[in-house]
């Protein structure tokens, strides 16, 4: 028996738990209060792709005769699926790896239509292992029955999402009431029947829906009708990004029908005082509520009467994944695209560097919600803390850090950190392209184990930028995705068309700056988005300064994507194709000398921009004034010295030759002796297990106690070899 049940309802990700329930978990062990977490989708999906889940599928009667050719071949194929699907998810699992070969021989899954993309797969998988071949290969098996499901039996499901588009700005209910008023779906069997078995097991007295997604609204809703009318004495809560942004001018009713309590922003302390009032107040003591919606006397109301403070994050726990399935959820490998390997292949342990966003300006942002203004970072210290604990709860040593743009600042005390304790680790995260990110940073980032990073170009136009207000030029960004380019780091940019007054020129030149970023090499994976104005950004807030008019309708659910009309009367959905298809191109690299127009069938203008603009923006050589306040990170202490006696024509004297045994190489620089012994004990004092950093004039002052001219020996060739192999780094 515990306290409260938290879910994740279907469906999220299928190579990892979302992270919120685990989060919330981990403050709940801080206060001694019982919880069990479930990723309700997990367990629907592993029911359903199994041998007596395909047997209810193709059990399920259906106008074979009148069905589509590829409904025909599967359902004749049947007996294949059922042979093969209880090998293959283990597979997906990483249970059985040895099966890749045999799913690679391409006579073991049957096949229909969506091998039919199979031609392009030495193009897009000859640089990668028979692993990922085979998880492509089983994806596309899934991705078939998938089909089937939808054709034939259940029209709203789909891997990472249900019915979602009864929840994406939904303005009214009625459409979700309507269908949680007709009979229970296929996929709602599979759902309810895994839920009354944890109902009955937990026996909670508080259960808690995190609905991250529009396409989790509708089984959140289901699973919480079954409850209220199955388990009538247990109270339901729902919180989550959903209903941060999409419900919080609620209105009707009916929704309380199903839910009793509504939490918006942080769910720590909400959810702490709903478990005071239901499993341990008193009954004559008023009920104290943060940020959180309920119904009294027919109305919807919003309670916010305690004045206790929300938690810091320092105070928060350590995200906690017992529970959870963590060896049974599946890597798959949808498109070749490397960033999206890192989203859907693999489990990756979550954590966040700093709540909100230290920029928090983007026009396109929620910035007035609470969990982008809000910004409060978490010390180098505790996260690595956080990281070594999860590390030994669930044995894994990839972290994806889901910070809306983590810190430059303290991206650099982390990895430190990391080096300090001598931790092995993989970890990517989102940023700012910012001018911080030097190429020293960028090392010292690889170094401590960060394999990729992802961040908003947007529109890679100057003047988009600015109305954006993005703090960044195009020509920062081919700065910035060089230095981790050439780091070692992959780069993914999200970028965006359709932007309030943005010109057909305008979207033809920031595709001519993103063929440019490929071409050049600097930028790794990318994704078009289409603007979709929300209605807690800037742009929402103030339409009329950024020259657009809202479709205004009345609000009584859910309320954040908000349809338009821009003054420029600009189709920009025509666009979509031509941008996606020449983005696939360019991700292999190929293609880059087609002319624009060739990726449209109608007529677009030429480029205004240069053809060497982003070649010609990574010419401008690195300053090479000292900056005084710049902190040195020293690498390494293993060093050989040997001294030497030169004897040549113009010049003999002694030297001291210092030899550096790095990872992959082996540096040897000379050295006058005395400046060499300086060196020596500079790297002895000041090396990583050191948590105090010189800065440049530190160093410098200490050197010209002893020398003259620091610049000269600071700029010298030694020094210079040393900096540029890594040994010794300013940031």
Not at 8 to 25: C, G, H
Not at 203 to 225: D, E, H, M, T, W
Request: hydrophobic share 35%; charged share 25%.
């Amino acid at each position: 028996m515990k306290d409260l049940l938290l879910i994740t309802p279907p469906f999220t990700q299928l190579n990892t738990p979302y992270p919120a329930t685990a989060y919330i978990k981990g403050f709940l062990n801080t206060k001694n209060i019982s919880s069990y977490q479930m990723d309700l989708g997990i367990d629907v999906i592993l029911e359903l792709f199994s041998k007596g889940g395909l047997q209810k599928v193709f059990n399920k009667e259906i106008d074979l005769p009148n069905a589509s050719e590829n409904t025909q071949r599967i359902y004749t194929l049947r007996e294949e699926y059922l042979k093969t699907i209880d090998q293959v998810i283990p597979f997906l699992q990483g249970k059985s790896p040895t099966l890749a070969r045999q799913i690679c021989s391409m006579n073991f899954l049957p096949e229909a239509s969506r091998f039919n993309q199979l031609d392009d797969m030495e193009f897009a998988f000859g640089n990668m292992g028979l692993q990922d071949k085979a998880k492509h290969l089983v994806t596309l098996y899934l991705e078939d029955i998938s089909d089937y499901i939808v054709e034939n039996i259940d029209a709203d499901f789909g891997f990472s999402r249900y019915a979602e588009r009864l929840g994406k700005s939904a303005n009214s209910f009625d459409e979700l009431y309507s269908k949680l008023s007709d009979e229970e779906t296929f996929i709602d069997d599979f759902t309810l029947t895994i839920l009354r078995e944890k109902l009955e097991s937990v026996q909670p007295k508080l259960v808690c829906f995190s609905i991250p997604f529009p396409g989790n609204l509708y089984s959140a809703f289901r699973s919480a009708q079954f409850i209220k009318k199955n388990f009538p004495h247990i109270k339901i809560a729902m919180g989550g990004g959903f209903p941060n942004t999409e419900l919080r001018e609620i209105k009707d009713q009916r929704v309380f029908e199903f839910f009793d309590f509504i939490t918006l922003d942080d769910g720590e302390l909400p959810l702490e005082l709903l478990c005071e009032n239901i499993c341990y107040s008193e009954q004559n003591e008023e009920p104290q509520y943060k940020r959180t919606f309920l119904l009294e006397n027919q109305k919807v109301v919003y309670k916010n009467n305690s004045k206790r403070h929300d938690y810091k994050q320092s105070d928060i726990g350590t995200p906690d994944y017992t529970d959870l399935k963590l060896d049974q959820y599946i890597s798959v490998i949808e498109i070749a695209n490397p960033m999206h390997s890192l989203w859907s292949d693999g489990r990756w342990n979550k954590l966040t560097m700093a709540h909100g966003c230290y920029w928090g300006k983007c026009t396109f942002c929620d910035i007035s919600l609470d969990y982008i203004k809000i910004y409060e970072p978490i010390s180098a210290k505790i996260l690595v803390d956080r990281m070594e604990e999860l590390i030994k709860t669930t044995g894994e040593t990839g972290f994806h850090f889901v910070d809306e743009a983590a810190p430059p600042a303290l991206m650099r005390e982390v990895a430190l950190e990391i080096l300090r304790r001598n931790l092995v680790v993989t970890w990517w995260t989102n940023i700012r392209f910012e001018k911080s990110f030097t190429r020293d940073l960028c090392y010292l980032l690889k170094l401590s184990g960060c394999v990729a990073v992802s961040g908003g170009l947007e529109v890679a136009s100057d003047r988009l930028l600015k109305l954006i207000d993005k703090g960044i030029s195009v020509e920062q960004v081919a700065k910035v995705t060089r230095n981790f380019t050439e780091a070692g780091i992959m780069i993914h940019a999200y970028l965006m068309y359709g932007y309030p007054t943005q010109t057909v020129q305008e979207t033809i030149d920031s595709m001519e700056m993103v063929r440019q970023l490929f071409e050049m090499g600097i930028l790794q994976s990318g994704f078009w988005h289409q603007f979709a104005m929300t209605a807690h950004s800037p742009v929402g807030l103030n339409p009329e300064e950024f020259g657009v008019t809202p479709i205004k309708q009345e609000i009584l659910f859910a309320n954040n994507d908000i349809d338009f009309t821009d003054k420029t009367g600009i189709n920009h959905d025509k666009f979509s194709t031509g941008l996606k298809k020449s983005l696939f191109n360019y991700m292999h690299g190929i293609n880059f000398d087609l002319p624009l127009q060739e990726w449209f069938d109608f007529k677009i203008p030429r480029t205004t921009i240069h053809p060497d603009y982003i070649h010609d923006s990574l010419l401008e050589e690195e300053d090479f004034k000292i900056k005084g306040n710049s902190k040195v990170v020293f690498l390494t202490k293993n060093v050989i010295a040997e001294n030497r006696v030169k004897n040549k024509k113009k010049y003999s004297g002694t030297y001291t030759l210092l030899t550096f045994h790095l990872k992959t190489n082996i540096i040897k620089v000379e050295m006058e002796q005395d400046k060499a012994e300086w060196l020596m004990n500079i790297l002895e004092e000041h090396s990583i297990d050191n948590q105090k950093k010189p800065t440049v004039q530190q160093l410098k002052n200490q050197f010209e106690e002893n020398f003259e001219d620091f610049e000269l020996f600071w700029f010298s060739k030694p020094m210079q070899q040393l900096k540029e192999n890594g040994v010794i780094l300013s940031l």
